[in-house]
């Protein structure tokens, strides 16, 4: 046995070796085992690790599930191991099988990684909430029995929603959440093997019952954390010294530490006081470059590593996805070139995925064809810590998070790029601008300069404006893009009736075929369903959160006019804006009301008497800087010349869920119910709307390099 005090100097060096590039095999490969497969070791590891054999991997991590948190599916008698089958009518979970022949799922994988000359590591999901599922009435698989016996222990009542996070998150406020976690860890460095432990902060990112309900982390909680890090610390290196071999740890992180901090995660702490040898930037989200991530372990003397999580924006066009082994290039290229220790990949499990073979070092991407995008993960940090996006430092466009180019008011991107001086020259280089369906139009009318270098002969590829980019104009590192619209600033005459968007609501809207509209309220109590050729929308809860409406990203600005129809049928309302239109167009925001015996404008304080609901009526309503009107069957009924006037900056009252929807907050056209206290229900028979025509929306960017056929 050796010192603890020589094992951690080992573990030093051990850490100094060489770049970590990490997968993480999340262990659904046992818990979804095909049928119709034999229950053997080598059919297990030929599900997702034995391609691995011959990639640029140095490490692999195997979870075992910890879905939710105390489930297992290795051996443990601290936790519970996880036997349910997941309804899955292809699959098994073959856990208890392989344990029944001393076939243990995680030994197999540490095995098989060693003996490959890879290190074998086990991933921890420190609070892993997929059972959120879970309902007294629908019992779900992954809602351990632990979660059961004591619901004390989770931030949250069962399918109650909470203001960040989940309600099946446990609380680390508890001492017994605490114990369990060191618990855990303890019996994995005791009977396995293992090279390493991953601590998941990432799945899933809700910690405190404080920081749940819409608070931050106490500092009694943030030191409460800090105590059980130490503490995983300390039995790492005491198991590691008894058996004569250092166990490293790796914990996945947010990469800003002060989000992490407000969350109870401190990792600053944890990088002075030597409680993890590799720390990954990582989640739904990036908050800051890699240089910045890089600096930050500097700053401490540790290594950190460059988490790729595979991408979830949507609505994406087939022809460039963040998927494809091109983006993932770029993706490597520019972590690599900021200086990163390492990389971690999580949630891509095919062995035989191509760039696989290109993650070694930046020299395995060099030289090779290249899609970078602007924005790889789109999730809201929001989601996790109330006022989470004040800490993102990056800019983002997606389909779903699009950018309005404003004519008169260009729009400036910084973009890095990782093509060094000597192979940038003999690229070829494009920027691709998805506009949408009426690219050709817009050929002549967007401006693009690249570090003040105009770039013309724009050629249409279905939603796509290509343009070529001379190498020379780019450089190696931080670029600046610069957007421009030069539109006409009105609609030209004789077009009144050319709508922009039209919904005849003969159908109910389904994803992914509504996008880009969308449903932005909590889980409540709603009625959506196409009677006699027309959509019933009804709000039918008065919960926090209830606010059923369909909304849509409208390419709205205050400076032209911006025109909404709809024809409808007030049925009923207990409150002005349980039946409405809201609208903004970046400035300025309105509510629409209507009752069945008055129409209104709510921010206005304006209201007329007009029999709503005894029939369908057809209103428009047409914006323009700080005025508004509202016709009712061609007739105007509200005049709020001069009235229309709330910012457009004054979210919380009325999208609660838009947080990190930045561009839909300020530019948005809704309609059904913005009442969470009301309830109210319309019959809607068309909504459909049109902008000034001086804006224009780009849904994505992406810049190409392709390189000789060769290299590709």
């Not at 290594?303 to 949507?314: N, T």
């Amino acid at each position: 046995m050796k010192s603890v005090e020589a094992i951690r100097a080992e573990r030093r060096e051990l850490t100094q070796s060489r770049p970590r590039v990490i997968i993480n095999n999340d262990g659904c490969d046992v818990l979804y085992y095909p049928k119709d497969k034999p229950l053997t070791p080598e059919t297990l590891l030929a599900l997702r690790t034995a391609g691995l054999a011959d990639k640029e991997l140095t490490t692999i991590s195997y979870c075992t599930i910890s879905s939710g948190f105390s489930n297992f599916t290795h051996g443990t008698w601290v936790g519970t191991v996880l036997t349910k089958n997941m309804d899955n009518p292809k699959a098994i979970n073959a856990t208890a099988d392989f344990l029944a022949k001393g076939q243990d799922p995680l030994r197999l994988v540490v095995d098989f990684a060693q003996n490959h000359g890879f290190e074998g590591f086990w991933c921890f999901r420190m609070n892993d909430t997929h059972d959120a599922a879970h309902r007294p009435d629908k019992p779900y698989k992954l809602f351990p029995p632990l979660k059961e016996e004591h619901p004390e222990w989770l931030v949250g009542t069962v399918g109650v929603k909470q203001a960040c996070g989940t309600w099946s998150s446990v609380d680390y406020a508890r001492p017994e959440i605490r114990d369990l976690a060191w618990r855990y860890v303890e019996e994995v460095c005791q009977n396995y093997p293992v090279d390493g432990i991953e601590l998941d902060f990432c799945r899933h990112l809700c910690y405190f019952k404080s920081v749940a309900q819409g608070g931050r982390a106490t500092e009694a909680e943030i030191a409460a954390m800090n105590e059980l890090m130490l503490r995983i610390r300390a039995v790492a290196d005491q198991e590691g010294a008894r058996r004569g071999k250092p166990i490293l740890i790796a914990v996945r992180v947010p990469d800003d530490a002060e989000y992490s901090r407000a969350i109870g995660l401190d990792v600053e702490y944890w990088m002075a006081n030597d409680v993890a040898d590799f720390y990954i930037g990582s989640d739904y989200f990036q908050l800051r470059s890699w240089e910045d991530w890089v600096a930050l372990g500097r700053r401490h003397g540790v290594k950190v590593l460059a988490g790729l999580s595979e991408s979830r924006v949507r609505d994406e066009d087939k022809r460039f996805r963040r998927g494809s082994q091109w983006s993932y290039r770029a993706r490597l290229a520019r972590a690599w070139a900021a200086g990163v220790d390492g990389i971690y990949i999580f949630n891509v499990f095919n062995p035989q995925t191509a760039f696989f073979r290109e993650c070694g070092g930046p020299q395995s991407v060099a030289g090779k064809t290249k899609h970078y995008f602007v924005t790889i993960r789109d999730g809201r940090p929001s989601r996790y810590l109330a006022g989470g996006d004040a800490f993102s430092k990056l800019p983002v466009l997606t389909p779903l998070q699009p950018w309005t180019i404003i004519s008169g008011t260009p729009r400036t991107l910084p973009m890095t790029i990782s093509e060094p001086d000597g192979t940038r020259e003999h690229g070829r280089f494009a920027a691709h601008l998805r506009v949408g369906e009426k690219a050709a139009e817009l050929v002549d009318k967007l401006l693009v300069h690249v570090n003040g270098v105009r770039l013309e002969g724009a050629a249409v590829a279905g939603e796509w404006l290509d343009f070529p980019v001379p190498a020379a104009a780019l450089r190696h590192g931080g670029n600046e893009i610069v957007f421009a619209a030069a539109l006409d600033p009105e609609p030209m005459v004789g077009q009144d009736n050319i709508w922009e968007v039209e919904y005849d609501c003969q159908k109910v809207m389904t994803y992914p075929a509504q996008l880009p509209w969308r449903r932005l309220f909590k889980e409540c109590k709603w009625l959506e369903e196409i009677r006699d050729g027309c959509l019933v929308l009804a709000d039918q809860d008065s919960a926090p959160g209830s606010i059923p409406h369909l909304a849509y990203p409208w390419n709205a600005e205050s400076t032209g006019s911006n025109v909404v129809e709809v024809r409808l049928k007030v049925i009923s309302s207990t409150a002005p804006e349980a039946v409405c239109v809201r609208i903004a167009d970046s400035s300025h925001v309105e509510m629409i009301t209507f009752e069945p015996g008055r129409v209104g404008l709510s921010f206005a304080g304006m209201t007329a008497d007009f029999p709503a609901g005894d029939g369908f009526h057809t209103y428009r309503i047409v914006s323009r800087s700080k005025d508004i009107q509202v016709y009712a069957d061609g007739k105007l009924l509200l005049d709020g010349a001069g009235k229309f006037t709330t910012s457009a900056e004054d979210q919380s009252r009325w999208l609660p869920l838009a947080h990190g929807l930045q561009e839909w907050n300020r530019r948005m056209v809704y309609f059904g119910s913005a009442s969470e206290a009301g309830q109210g229900e319309a019959h809607w028979q068309f909504m459909r709307f049109r902008d000034s025509g001086n804006t224009l929306v780009l849904k994505d960017f992406v810049l190409s390099v392709n390189y000789s056929a060769p290299k590709q």
